[in-house]
């Protein structure tokens, strides 16, 4: 039975996607024009061909890999520093006092409105991009961590404490680790803000990348060639978001989880955490979890 | 009492460490101080059961002599010497398991042995000794979610003794079992330390488990001491002198 609901289920998926696709493709076929507007609308079939063509092109690959090294830089950036920055904010006095004000009062700039900040500071363009994706995806990391941190029960380093354990015992084999449920929540939201900004910044400054392309297309009025642009963001957007869901789920295999399959209501893999703050406190405690108690 | 499925333990006893309250005011630095000052000393290798009514500062008596919390006056000291922190030599054992979720249950024995820098080899091969010795042999791979409660706190015991303290102060350690199981853990608990000569304190809300336990009990807030006369001795649970101190315990609370 459950076998049989997951097939529904997967069909009920698949032909979501497929119902919307053929409404887009009778909307702009028909040239609809009801208030919405669907006659410059590029067909279903006429982006479909415009990928073809472009997927057979060298630059297609080129501005596709320009974009992902990007943001795989700006994002690895961002993990280790938001990682470092939150922890150190959560643990130490002196870290919250010096760092907390500051990142409270640059949190609500969109990194996007850091490029002239970007032009003035660096060098090179190039350099401009991976900057506003690093600070895009930065904060939601900080932000997690930090929440994650502080949400650590006592009990786990005072036990390294009476073993023995210092400091760095306890920030590696109890912080850290510890932190992690939580650390990748900040990280699915930073993967996702990362997208968006290494894109906008490649319409705003970049020479090569799929939101370069994007924008060239649209100026000489391409608009299948724009369409492609957003199909390939949309693949590569799933592609990274899974990469860093994947690793999380490998790195928390110690969570408990619920043991039913198929049959539990599982809303979409837990990627999109609400708020970062609220992923550790409902990650990482597994304490007042529901527990029986037998007899050994 | 009798080790007759666990093996003695592999290295030779160390001393146990005798630890003394001098004076001391138990509380937290943020204000909140327990009346009275405390003086205790408990003797090397001794068990030293501890029962009081709940907020009488068990708990914090135990952290106080951790080192996880300093006095707000007076002195702790271990073999006369003052304790500054928490250390290798007093192992601290929670009512509520402290294994991290994150380590297996073999990785969190072998944890005490890490930090003291044990090689891998030697640690593996102690983590399954201790293991086995709280009869959890086949559970080194599992994470401690997947054990029951009383499990969990054999591995918390195995974990605490095999660092070798020198000390073992446990918070209530069976408080949240059932009484079968509270008892097969008391059994078991008596088994593992012969032989490790490493001086217990046992905080217990539970009169029966103080008066089984220790060689003395402490009563607190008042801090008085009375002597145990058949420690650990299930035959003797019945016996005038046990009942006695059983009544006098109960009065006291």
Redesign the interface.
Known sequence: MSAGSRAGRRLVRAGSLLAALGAWQLLTAYDVNLWLRFEQFPTVGEVASALADRVGTAAYWQDLGHSLRRIVTGFLLAAVLGVAAGTAIARSRWAADLLGPLVEVVRPIPAIALVPVAILLLPTNEQGIVFITCAAAFFPVLVSTRHAVRAL?P??E????????GRA?VLW??VL??A?PGVFGGLSVGIGVAWICVISAEMISGEYGVGYRTWQDYTVVDYPGVFVGMVTIGALGLLTSTVVELAGRRV?A???RPAARGAAPRTAPSAPVPAPASAPASADV??P?P?????? | MSATVTSPPAAPPLAGAELALDGVRLGHPDGSALPGRLVLRVAPGEVLTVVGPSGCGKTTLLRTLAGLLPPLAGGVTQDGAPVRGPGADRALVFQHDALLPWRSVRANVELPLAIRGVDRAARRRDAEEWLERVGLAGHAARWPHQLSGGQRQRVQLARALAGRPRAVLMDEPFGALDAHTRTGMQDLLTRILDGTGATVVFVTHDVDEAVHLGDRIALLPSGRILDVPHPRDRAARDAPATAALRRRVLDSL
Do not use: D, I, N, Q
């Open positions: 029960s009990g786990w005072e036990a390294v404490l009476t073993m023995g354990g015992r084999s109890v680790p510890g992690l928390t110690w969570l408990p597994p304490a979890l527990e029986k108690e037998p007899v050994p």
